[in-house]
T-cell receptor, first 109, second 114 residues
Framework: GQNIDQPTEMTATEGAIVQINCTYQ??????LFWYQQHAGEAPTFLSY????GLEEKGRFSSFLSRSKGYSYLLLKELQMKDSASYLC??????????FGTGTRLQVFP | DSGVTQTPKHLITATGQRVTLRCSPR?????VYWYQQSLDQGLQFLIQ???????AKGNILERFSAQQFPDLHSELNLSSLELGDSALYFC?????????????FGPGTRLTVT
């Protein structure tokens, strides 16, 4: 079956670092995506991992371990505008993305 | 602005009715995806089209159908609507369905069934 788990909610302080974890069990694996979604808006692409290791992109980094079925999204120097939901999604062998339910991050001043 | 357009932005209709949601992908994108997002739920993949052909199917109800036209725009038809169909419906497009090609999401259509 398919299962993607993320924490439901997280809180952090402006300027801090936060790590959002994602574990997955899917019938196939062809890449993992992270998307950001502000309430009522469309998801926007943050990162893509298909090989093990860390991908860094400005304040955001994403890590993947395929053997452990595990990824994390690391957000540094948090800003108030980073308050949003963060969606982990796995592409199976077919083209479709399976999304987790998302982690709602609240950044406080 | 992702370049993906969806119409209408909001739709309010009654149970038992039928509606059509429309999506225009980014210029050059051949792949179109439809997702449903209910309150407090994750994005649920419904169906994907690639260059006019159905490519993958997710948890799409039999009351729902979709198609992609020669100009690559897509329509999602929802019939015999139920209260539980109230949700945000997103369309996304990508250049290619494989590899690192990300999906670009449209602004969504908020459907309310009363």
């Amino acid at each position: 079956g398919q299962n993607i788990d993320q924490p439901t909610e997280m809180t952090a302080t402006e300027g801090a670092i936060v790590q959002i974890n994602c574990t997955y069990q899917t019938s196939g694996f062809n890449g993992l995506f992270w998307y950001q979604q502000h309430a009522g808006e469309a998801p926007t692409f943050l990162s893509y991992n298909v090989l093990d290791g860390l991908e860094e992109k400005g304040r955001f980094s994403s890590f993947l371990s395929r053997s452990k079925g595990y990824s994390y999204l690391l957000l540094k120097e948090l800003q108030m505008k980073d308050s949003a939901s963060y969606l982990c999604a796995v592409r199976e062998d077919t083209d479709k993305l399976i999304f987790g339910t998302g982690t709602r991050l609240q950044v406080f001043p | 602005d992702s370049g993906v357009t969806q119409t209408p932005k909001h739709l309010i209709t009654a149970t038992g009715q039928r509606v059509t949601l429309r999506c225009s992908p980014r210029s050059g994108d051949l792949s179109v995806y439809w997702y449903q997002q209910s309150l407090d739920q994750g994005l649920q993949f419904l169906i994907q089209y690639y260059n006019g052909e159905e490519r993958a199917k997710g948890n799409i109800l039999e009351r729902f159908s979709a198609q992609q036209f020669p100009d690559l725009h897509s329509e999602l038809n929802l019939s015999s609507l139920e209260l539980g169909d109230s949700a945000l419906y997103f369309c996304a497009s990508s250049e290619e369905p494989q590899g690192s090609y990300e999906q670009y999401f449209g602004p969504g259509t908020r459907l309310t069934v009363t």
